[in-house]
């Protein structure tokens, strides 16, 4: 597995694009696919698409292309999905609940396996098929249920409290939607998503025109 | 504003990081910042810093750091914040309401101006303030209310149509969080965010540990 530690952030980036438009292929029955064909679908050059593939392995071949199946196992292995990653929402607002009924998530063998909630009215519900917990029982319930990534998003001022109690519980991944910048040990890989940066990146370029 | 243009995309992608952190730090009273101190909060490298920020302009004093109103002012000019961009949603599933409700779209001078769905049970209902309108009212109220950028939270099968309206009334900016890829003139700009993105990176990491 060597070489796949060598791969950019921005491939790793890529990679669950052209996994999930080659899902999409696949479903249209299509068995093989050109690098010019991907990328108009996903909207990156072909030459982006053969240069991020030729950096784990040799896929499809010259002049034919790619061949769909083993394309999608082969970044599916890499991107390490399909293990039942067990995942635990933190905080039920609007956004908590978008996330926890998200379809994609369960397609890429990620498993709801617990929610989390202050709100004594929204504990004991259900969302996504799965049980609103206390936040009280956060350590608790996610070190019994073998959590493996944790979902923030509760208000900034609680996050961090919320990261420390993931870690406590074990929890080795982190994906914050909470407008605050988190601080945890090495080991820990945390991914933080700021909704206002596609706005802004939107807003710089029409601001040009 | 020439110099502008030259700025790289991942520049772009972290000065709206900067900005929300440096209207942190002015809040808490401070009037000057390091590079360092900006680093940490953000977690990226003061050299980072210093190469994003003396990529549009000189700011702050060697040795004793920027200056936090200015670089406020300077970077959100840049972004072409504040010249209160309307925006309209799309969508009102769990995922438009949370974005409808927000709050850092208003701080960077995003005006929700109009909301739409196809149910009509939400039609007429107030959401971040704002009616929703029916869908098939989308062309109309677009450009009567002088909609800039559309926000694109209905299903994937729907999204096309969404974008093709949206374009049709005259909005130049479409932001696409529907699981599919949009086409969408040249002169319009398309940002797409995939929430598997973030949750797939951490897998990628969680199984090299």
């Keep these: 597995m060597k070489e796949h530690i060598v791969i950019s952030k921005a491939t790793i980036d890529r990679l669950p694009l052209y996994f999930r438009t080659l899902r999409l292929v696949q479903q249209e029955g299509t068995e093989i696919i050109s690098s010019e064909e991907l990328g108009r679908r996903i909207g990156v050059t072909p030459e982006q698409i053969r240069k991020d593939l030729a950096s784990f392995g040799e896929f499809g071949k010259k002049g034919v292309g790619y061949f769909v199946r ?14 039942n990653w067990n995942i635990a929402i933190v905080g039920v607002g609007h956004l908590g609940w978008a996330l926890a009924n998200y379809k994609n998530f369960a397609s890429l063998g990620f498993n709801l396996a617990a929610v989390f909630d202050v ?14 917990y206390s936040i009280d029982r956060l350590e608790e319930v996610a070190r019994e249920r073998n ?15 919320v990261a420390d109690k993931l870690v406590a519980a074990g929890v080795r991944g982190i994906w914050n939607f909470a407008p605050i910048k988190l601080n945890v040990a090495d080991n820990v890989r945390l991914v933080s998503e700021d909704l206002s940066v596609g706005l802004s990146s939107i807003s710089y370029y029409l601001s040009r025109q």
Excluded: F, M, W, Y
Aim: cysteine-free; hydrophobic content about 45%; overall charge negative.
């Design 147 to 161: 959590i493996h990534i944790g979902v923030i998003t509760v208000p900034a001022e609680s996050a961090q409290e």
């Design 119 to 132: 709100d004594p009215a929204k504990v004991g519900q259900l969302i996504g098929g799965v049980e609103i």
């Design 70 to 83: 083993e394309l999608i196992r082969n970044i599916g292995e890499i991107l390490g999905l399909h293990r």
